[in-house]
């Protein structure tokens, strides 16, 4: 994929917004083994987008639609390299390799998000500050239940 060159526009994150909302959402995955990357798409995987890397983190970048100026998903390098030894990803990396997930993710999939459906019991002991965090927290918990429907 190419990537972004220092863009002048700030760029949309309708998309996102969308996908951390409580609003049921179609998004698609793939892993290359190759590449050791996972890709996260918020549209179909037709749609062209260009990495930009992410300033904090060099394992990710933002996948963006050049003609929306729009985030549109993300790749993770390294997934299985780096990312998955994270130890906090410990319960994530279980299924991956228990379910062999990369196999299962040699061509995009699509995965549907309903909230309602994935309804989790919080945990009350531990106070974020920041509410994203939590979003995102729920949305690995998510995508690691999809995935073992594969």
């Known amino acids: 994929m190419a990537r972004l060159k220092n ?5 949309g994150l ?3 917004n969308g996908v951390f909302s409580n609003e049921s959402h179609d998004y698609y995955a793939i892993y290359d ?12 995987p ?20 050049p003609e929306r100026n729009e985030m549109v998903g993300f790749n993770i390098h390294n997934f299985q390299s780096i990312v998955l030894k994270n130890p906090e990803l410990i319960d994530f990396r279980e ?6 997930l990369s196999n299962c993710l040699e061509q995009y999939r ?14 009350t002991t531990k106070k ?15 995508l690691q239940e999809d995935l073992v429907t594969c």
Request: glycine share 2%; no cysteine; proline share 4%.
């Open 46 to 65: 037709g749609v062209i987008a260009l990495n930009q890397p992410m300033e904090t983190d060099d394992n990710i970048d933002w996948l963006i639609d």
């Open 110 to 123: 699509k995965f549907h998000y309903n909230p309602k459906e994935h309804i989790k019991p919080q945990d």
């Open 33 to 44: 083994d190759l590449a050791d990357e996972l890709i996260i798409r918020f549209v179909e």
């Open 14 to 16: 309708n998309t996102v």
């Open 128 to 142: 974020d500050t920041f509410s994203w965090t939590n979003k995102l927290r729920r949305s690995e918990r998510v």
């Open 7 to 11: 863009r002048q526009n700030r760029v």
């Open 95 to 100: 299924v991956w390799y228990r379910e062999n």
